[in-house]
């Protein structure tokens, strides 16, 4: 009964990996089984790795195989390819959206627990996927130093403080070739690079309210039941940090979310901004993780072990 299953994006012949490990089983090499039993629904949990990372990498195994033991909750993590570098983003969202409509079924599923989470800049992806893909379940979505505002370089190599030939080198390349249509639609990350007068393409707009709303963030109304975004304090990735939280840099100093929505498009949403305290990015201790994010957000009282 305790299952993954992950879902590569790619659109075209997308392949569906399960590794399911039977409750009996578990109880045979282990007296933590938990609440897995066979029979006991349990709530799903979509989860977006970030940038260079993998779903079957050694870190993110670890972070699902403790999330399916504590919890009656099955990890449905996506296989974004090519460690989320190389790429089009656009369609690997579009055939994300296609999956998990097929897995979590069209209008919604009733019962409780679960939700999306997104790691880093999958948690930008996420985000677009839950504003463009309409009919999933309306649940909890929860991104973690993700790039909602974009970046004004590439990711852990800041602007002005190249340490090392090769970060300057690589910023010297984004410059020049990171705002061109060929490189947007092969390399991920340059979908969400801005300066101060390129935009991103994957933050671009184009109605009503999204004119004033950063990143037409209010299309999420109804499509989830809470959005919290956590930005690390000691951040030291994203450029600037405060993208986590949609701020935005115009040149000289950072637009707030407040100043972005000028029309209060968002008064009526449940979005919240928390503070990772003392850490650098995606730098989290178990005892967080599990309190602050998977027990306040994704895990029922009944569903927690």
Known sequence: NFSRKTQSPDGKGNTMRYITLLCFLCALVSQTCGRGDVGVARARLVLWPGLGDACWSAGLERLIDKIESRYTVSVYCI???????????????DGVCVALLSLLGEGGEGGEGGGYLGLSQGGLFLRVLLQRCGDL???????????HAGVTSWPSCPVGTASSWPCALMDVVI???GMTSLARSHIIPATYLYSKDVSAP???TANSCDIHVPSGLHRLKGRVTVFATF???LDAVLEPKESAWFGRWNGES????EEQDELGCL???????NVVPGAAHMQLDE???????MERYFVPVSFVT
Do not use: Y
């Open 231 to 233: 930005l690390f304090e």
């Open 287 to 293: 005892a967080f993780f599990f309190g602050d994010i």
């Open 175 to 177: 410059e020049d070739l």
């Open 137 to 147: 379940p309306a649940r909890p979505l929860v991104t973690l130093g993700a790039p």
């Open 267 to 273: 008064d009526d949403m449940m979005f919240e901004r």
């Open 254 to 257: 950072i637009v707030s979310f």
């Open 202 to 204: 994957l933050l671009d």
């Open 79 to 93: 296989d974004q390819g090519h460690g989320g570098i190389l790429g089009n983003v656009h369609e690997q969202i």
